[in-house]
């Protein structure tokens, strides 16, 4: 089983639409939770930090589930610009998952 | 702003040769990492390195060394370039727990 893993997609969604991803992770002691978003051709770029009470950041929305071990990024109204690939790490494997491909169409 | 600085964006290199991949950050982070990416395969810790002169096995060492002389500078060295080398490499830099920080990658590929 990979450490960390997330469906690769991908999601087309309408503008305006509301999309989730999961990211599931194995190392049960792991402590700190990122979402990355990384556009084609380009280093990846801290999106949010997972909390464990959840954190939301305008229109994105960040969870931790402990005993499921699991990770979820909610974005509300989608845009044409979050059209990207979103990556989870777990950073104490400093490992990333694959990353889910999202395409945003007007 | 953590500034962290690849030497070149995009570099082509023979089969054979020896390749060297530099990363600097200017965070005096403790913690550096080399990846790579490839299409359908997301990104693969290579080697990682937690202080000066101390190494780390990643995922997929085979075939790479590093070198961590100052606690900037982190290296990635091919050691005998192969085809299959042709990637995208990202370095990242962090101070834990907080999360890493990348630089613009280095688009290598080996003919």
């Known amino acids: 089983r990979k450490e960390v893993e997330q469906d690769p997609g991908p999601f087309n969604v309408p503008e305006g639409a509301t999309v989730a991803f999961n990211c599931t992770y194995s190392?049960?002691?792991?402590?700190?939770f990122f979402w990355y978003r990384q556009d084609c051709r380009k280093e990846p770029k801290l999106l949010m930090s997972v909390y464990s009470s959840g954190n939301e950041d305008g229109r994105f929305t960040a969870q931790l589930n402990r005993a499921s071990q699991y990770i979820s990024l909610l974005i509300r109204d989608s845009k044409l610009s979050d059209s990207a690939t979103y990556l989870c790490?777990?950073?104490?494997?400093?490992?990333f998952g694959a990353g889910t491909r999202l395409t945003v169409k007007p | 702003d953590v500034k962290v600085t690849q030497s070149s964006r995009y570099l082509v290199k023979r089969t054979g040769e020896k390749v060297f991949l530099e990363c600097v950050q200017d965070m005096d982070h403790e913690n550096m990492f080399w990846y790579r990416q490839d299409p359908g395969l997301g990104l693969r810790l290579i080697y990682f390195?937690?202080?000066?002169?101390?190494?780390e096995k990643g995922d997929i060492p085979e075939g790479y060394s590093v070198s961590r002389e100052k606690k900037e500078r982190f290296s990635l060295i091919l050691e005998s370039a192969s085809t299959n080398q042709t990637s995208m490499y990202l370095c990242a830099s962090t101070q834990s727990p907080e999360p890493q920080h990348f630089g613009d990658g280095t688009r290598l590929s080996i003919l």
């Open positions: 390195s937690y202080d000066v002169k101390m190494k």
């Open positions: 790490v777990v950073n104490g494997d400093m490992r």
């Open positions: 190392n049960s002691a792991s402590q700190s």
